[in-house]
């Protein structure tokens, strides 16, 4: 019986400063080293130094690399090494394992249409998605892997994902693995850091430690997908009760905020809202504030809601976030079932403005030991059996 000894990770750019796959590809790649294995990371375009990334394509001239010019170099480069296993992120049917970071492309460009909340713009979203050669020809091989029932085995993020290809694809159970996401956990906290962005939060809402306020904290780079329009309107109602503490409302990200400033403004919850823009280091963040809050119309498995769970936060969140899969609701957080239901989101919202609710929760998350369980170690391990069934069926 053959042993796995070195694999291949295939991904389009790594650059961990851009966080998301990038970041995640990084993290397993450390995660499956940690357990003996070689990984060599398998890029067209990125920035390191590390001898087990190969950049292929660093000198094509435009910033995203064609699939077809990708696809023929990684062929030359696995016809001159061996890998006993090709894992990729994007579609590609010479790889042996296929775990695509966004989820499917049919699924995202359908919710993407539906975060614009207007049966208009959605079906012009969703027919002009095909305008864009590059998605389309990702997603044409993507329902070309999923039709050859020899070509690769799908590993799911969530179970959220692994519907989606049954769903548009019709793929059949036995290609779908299910390996919930995971992070890399015990992180630092700038404990300085964190006590001056606390300070200056206080500060912009003109509140003090005395007031005892509720900060719940909202992290994306796309504010409209992680549905941030209705939590300003879930914010609107939850301002107009009765609650024992006071909740304000923390956007970070690195995306256009006027439009949302000028929609605070008109909901009158402008004084309630600080927009903190790009944050480095979500941990800090987390540990300053009181709740994490993506009220997402479409996420394979959010790592921002594993972060908070990772630092013992209550999480809110929807059914289309597949990262639902590692907690469980009304005990580790707040599940809605979708952005567009406002009331739901502001009850879930409310439920977090009482102390003992806040401290119920995070003391769930770790008598549950949900940090071990979001691990990125948890996430290698679980993969091994997955890769060494690989072999086996190869060996027949």
């Not at 914010?235 to 009760?241: D, F, G, T």
Request: charged content about 25%.
């Amino acid at each position: 019986m053959s042993v796995i000894k070195k694999i291949a990770i295939i991904i389009e750019r790594i650059d961990i400063a851009l966080g998301g796959a990038e970041r995640s590809v990084s993290e397993l790649a450390s995660a499956l080293s940690a357990l003996g294995l070689e990984v060599d990371i398998l890029a067209a375009k990125g920035k390191t130094n590390a001898q087990n990334i190969h950049i292929l394509c660093q000198n094509a001239p435009s910033k995203r690399t064609c699939y077809f010019t990708f696809a023929k170099v990684l062929k030359k480069h696995l016809s001159e090494n061996h890998y006993d296993i090709i894992h990729s992120v994007l579609p590609f049917d010479f790889a042996d394992v296929y775990q695509p970071r966004g989820g499917s492309f049919t699924e995202a460009i359908l919710r993407n249409a539906a975060s614009y909340q207007n049966k208009f713009v959605e079906s012009f979203k969703r027919v002009t998605a095909f305008a864009n050669f590059r998605r389309t020809m990702l997603l044409r091989a993507e329902r070309k892997l999923c039709k050859d029932s020899n070509g690769p085995v799908i590993v799911a993020l969530s179970k959220y994902v692994a519907e989606q290809f049954k769903k548009h694809y019709a793929v059949s159970d036995d290609r779908i693995v299910v390996v919930p996401n995971g992070i890399k956990i015990n992180k630092r906290i700038d404990t300085g850091q964190a006590d001056d962005l606390r300070s200056q939060i206080l500060a912009q809402l003109g509140l003090k430690e005395a007031d005892n306020p509720v900060f719940f904290l909202f992290a994306a780079n796309n504010f409209r997908l992680k549905g941030l329009a209705c939590l300003i309107k879930a914010m609107q109602l939850v301002s107009s009760n009765i609650m024992e503490r006071k909740a304000y409302l923390i956007v970070a990200g690195n995306d256009r905020t006027y439009k949302y400033r000028r929609f605070a403004e008109k909901l009158n919850v402008h004084k309630k809202i600080v927009f903190w823009g790009p944050v480095r280091d979500i941990q800090n963040a987390l540990s300053i504030t009181d709740v994490a809050v993506l009220p997402t119309f479409y996420d394979p498995s959010s790592r921002y809601i594993l972060e908070a769970i990772a630092a013992g936060k209550p999480v809110i969140t929807t059914e289309f976030n597949g990262a639902a899969d590692l907690f469980v609701n009304d005990r580790h957080g707040k599940i809605i079932d979708c952005a567009e239901n406002i009331t739901a989101l502001a009850q879930a919202i409310s439920y977090f403005t009482d102390t003992n609710n806040i401290r119920k929760v995070s003391q769930a998350i770790v008598a549950d030991n949900l940090e071990e369980k979001i691990s990125i170690s948890r996430v290698a391990e679980q993969l091994i059996p997955v890769y060494k069934s690989i072999l086996e069926k190869r060996e027949k």
